[in-house]
C-alpha cells in the first residue's frame, strides 16, 4: 500500500472527543522516547505530522491522523512509562488508555512499539499481559534498528521472542523497523492494507 496523503485531524483529551465516524483505526503506543512520532512520520512520508522529542508527560492527547481521504486512521496514543509523571495524571493517563484500547470499536489493531536496544522491560511485559488478558489484537513494531547492525537487531529479536514464548503460546505479527532508514515500512503498511481489506 502506498500513502497518498496524511493528514492531521484532532487531538483528544477523551475518548468521547475522538472522531464519530466507522473509520477503522491503527493504534500506535510505546514508552516515551520509543520513537512512535518518528515511526509515524516514517510511515506517512510526512515529516513533521506527529511532533517529535516533544517534552513527555506534558498533556495526554490522542492524535488522530487520517490517511488517504479516510481509508484509515493513525491513532498516536500518549507514550506511557513516563516516570516524572505524578500519581494523578498516572490514573488519568491510565483510565484514558484503557477506555480507549478496550471500547473503541473502530480501533483494528494496536502496534505496540519497543526500542530494540533494549532488554524486554517490565512496564512493556506487563502490558503485553495486559493486552493478552483483555484479547486485545496487537503486533509489535521494534523500533531504531538502524543503532544495531542487522545482526545485532536479529539476536535482540530472537531473544525478546524468547521471553515472550515463556508466557505466550504463541508470538504476535513482529516487524523490525527504523524511521531514520525507513526499514520496515512497506512491511508494515502491507500488513495494514491486508488487514484492513479483509
Ligand atoms: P516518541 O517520544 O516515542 O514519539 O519518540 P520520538 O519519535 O520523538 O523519538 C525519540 C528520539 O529517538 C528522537 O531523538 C529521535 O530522533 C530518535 N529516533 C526515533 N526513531 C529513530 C530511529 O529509527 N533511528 C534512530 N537512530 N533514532 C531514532
Redesign the pocket.
Known sequence: MEIKNAKYEISSAKVSQCPDSNVPEYAFI??????????I??LTKSRGL?????K?GKTLLINHFRINNGEFYIVDLP?YGYAARGKAQREEFKEMIESYILYREQMVLLFL?IDIRHEPQKIDLQFLEWLGENGVPFAIVF?????LGPMAAQTKVEHYKKVLLEHWEELPPIFV?????STGRDDLLDYIERINTE
Open positions: 510505546g514508552r516515551s522516547n520509543v520513537g512512535k512520532s518518528s515511526l512520520n516514517m506527529a511532533k517529535t522529542s516533544q513527555p507514550g512499539l523500533t531504531k534498528s538502524d543503532k523497523t527504523s524511521a531514520e532508514k
